[in-house]
């Protein structure tokens, strides 16, 4: 057994795991003091106590603030546990009980979570607790967040950039990292090896926007290298999207698990897109509100899980 001795456990106390979550959110030294009502040194103290308990810098400084080391990564799921416990010792255990609480769970959510996590989610809720009924809302970006803000739903899920005077008002949490990916019907003559740039400013393209044609950046990764994608087709969803595409010449970009999820159903292939940072962070938020809510806790623990499979 470790000497606990050996182990400088004054180091921590809960402000400052507290402090370890605010800076893996924020990353802006700045952001956790206002958040948390601190000074600036005392943020900056408890850091220096982080790095000299686990010998390690944790967070980097970078031109757009601070990056979390490789151990700053994999401590986070730990400190949150051991939080998570500790909030747990001061609530009331009468207060909420899966398997007899009635109510429901409003989630906001678009096309893409729709398809691949609200399935998920609920499959495992009618296995948890099958009083607690799930309503998904098409909210997308600003949409998601007012309704947050004037409790229509409970929770949003998808990539949002939340305005800095805003961040205060919401509590976010990375879920997985997802990428994007070039599809087609299986024959399709592009997708018989990795396109490129070149390859994809040939063929046409079908966009899948709720809010019509739009450019993004695969365009830009074009514009830059002075070509332009040729968009023939605007659908607002990601199965209209898939039927065409199986039946006719066009490709379009998909999120990765998309594409693998419904590669059979649908008769298509992928490849990877020819550009950099092709991806987005999925990302569960709530209202600062709800931020010690054990029905709350409750729901991202169940999320967190089922956006891993």
Do not use: C
């Not at 606990?4 to 959110?25: A, C, E, G, Q, Y």
């Not at 499959?123 to 309503?135: C, F, G, T, Y």
């Amino acid at each position: 057994m470790v000497d606990i001795n050996k182990i400088n456990l004054r180091l921590i106390d809960t402000t400052v795991l507290l402090i370890f979550l605010s800076l893996m959110r924020h990353r802006k030294a700045t952001e956790v003091a206002r958040e948390m009502g601190l000074t600036q040194p005392a943020v900056s103290h408890a850091l220096k106590r982080l790095r000299m308990l686990y010998e390690d810098p944790l967070f980097l400084r970078r031109a757009h603030g601070l990056e979390p080391t490789s151990l700053a990564h994999e401590l986070e799921p730990k400190i949150r546990r051991i939080v998570r416990l500790l909030s747990e010792t001061l609530e009331d255990p009468d207060k909420f009980d899966p398997l007899s609480t009635a109510t429901d769970l409003r989630i906001g959510a678009f096309d893409y979570e729709l398809t691949s996590v609200i399935p998920k989610l609920v499959a495992e809720m009618r296995n948890l607790s099958p009083n607690i009924d799930v309503q998904a809302y098409p909210f997308v970006y600003s949409e998601a967040l007012d309704a947050l803000v004037h409790g229509r739903i409970d929770l949003a899920i998808g990539y949002f950039d939340i305005p800095q005077k805003s961040e205060a008002s919401f509590v976010v949490e990375d879920l997985y990292t997802e990428h994007y990916v070039l599809a087609g019907r299986r024959d399709h003559p592009l997708l018989t090896a990795n396109p490129t740039l070149d390859d994809m400013a040939q063929v046409d393209h079908l966009l899948v926007s709720p809010h019509g044609l739009i450019r993004n950046r695969v365009d830009e990764a074009l514009r830059i290298q002075g070509y332009k994608r040729k968009i023939r087709t605007v659908v607002p969803s990601l199965f209209s999207a898939l039927s065409i595409i199986e039946k006719s010449d066009l490709v379009v970009t998909l999120p990765e698990r998309v594409a693998q999820t419904n590669g059979q159903r649908f008769d298509i292939v992928h490849r990877p897109l020819p550009i950099e940072d092709g991806g987005f962070q999925l990302q569960a938020v709530r209202h600062a509100r709800n931020a010690n809510s054990p029905l709350h806790f409750w729901l991202l623990e169940n999320l967190r899980r089922v956006a891993s499979l």
